[in-house]
């Protein structure tokens, strides 16, 4: 009686392509006309699906998350050249050379903050990286190392980059479309950090700080680790002397060196909100 009440009267669409799949070869059969639209590649891959395949990339890793039972995350921006010092692949610049420390700060970061998601069975305060190799991988590793979870995502680009051995299988995504992924970088985020980083990193930290500084996103921590770093490549004072930002938009941001000063820094915004 109880599978009689969760039954629907219209078959799935599972059981719609397992028919297909048994349906007698002929010439109609065989043309991708026949194809339900939903099981064709070919048409799915069409300039004209697009709006289709942009709804997906939002909605799979969503669902996913949500079934999870995940509420908030932790954003890991941040290099990919930024590698472990004893990484025989890392760049051998002497900036990079000095950079590279912030590895181990990543990972002690998101080690000490996944102590923290695990106390709410991985609910809140998740680790979220791009994936990939440098401060992501840092990321992911000390969530893996405090015995949580983090989520990976990944993005399609020319020369491949493969998901790092650290994060959760099932929150490891993949995405075509850089704007869709953006979006679920911030969806769920509870508070921002940027470790050094090159254009990618770039982006995402302006387009996060444009959403604060104009209302479009609530404010939260959002911290900048390696103050000389980022007071180099970037002259805030400059931008608010112009006038091309007001002097207020310079505390929309905060600068930390260690993972124990960001730390603070997220416990002391919380506790003012």
Not at 46 to 51: F, I, S, V, W
Not at 65 to 71: L, V
Not at 145 to 166: F, K, M, R, T
Request: hydrophobic share 40%.
């Amino acid at each position: 009686m109880k599978d009689q009440i969760k039954a629907r009267p219209f078959p799935d669409a599972q059981e719609d392509i397992r028919h297909w799949d048994e349906a007698p070869d002929t010439a109609q059969t065989r043309h991708p006309a026949y194809r339900l639209a939903f099981a064709d590649a070919d048409f799915m891959l069409r300039d004209e699906l697009r709006p289709v395949r942009l709804q997906l990339e939002l909605l799979k890793p969503d669902l996913l998350m949500n079934e999870r039972g995940i509420d908030s995350t932790i954003v890991m921006f941040g290099g990919a050249r930024i590698r472990r010092p004893d990484d025989p692949s890392a760049p051998r610049t002497p900036k990079m050379q000095d950079l590279s420390r912030f590895y181990q700060v990543a990972r002690e970061f998101a080690h000490a903050m996944t102590l923290r998601s695990v106390q709410s069975y991985g609910r809140e305060d998740v680790i979220v990286t791009g994936g990939g190799p440098g401060v992501m991988e840092a990321g992911n590793l000390g969530a893996k190392e405090a015995g949580g979870v983090s989520i990976g995502l990944n993005i399609v680009l020319p020369h491949e980059q493969a998901p790092n051995d650290y994060v959760t299988p099932d929150l490891c995504f993949n995405f075509h479309y850089f704007a869709i992924r953006k979006m679920h970088f911030l969806m769920r985020a509870k508070a921002i950090t940027v470790f050094p980083g090159g254009f990618g990193t770039l982006d995402e930290l302006f387009e996060t700080l444009t959403l604060i500084q104009t209302d479009r996103m609530r404010k939260m921590p959002f911290i900048l680790f390696g103050r000389d770093f980022w007071t180099k490549v970037i002259n805030w004072e400059a931008l608010a002397e112009a006038g091309t930002i007001s002097p207020e938009d310079l505390d929309l941001f905060h600068f930390a060196e260690t993972a124990e000063e960001a730390i603070a820094i997220i416990d002391g915004f919380q506790e003012e909100c």
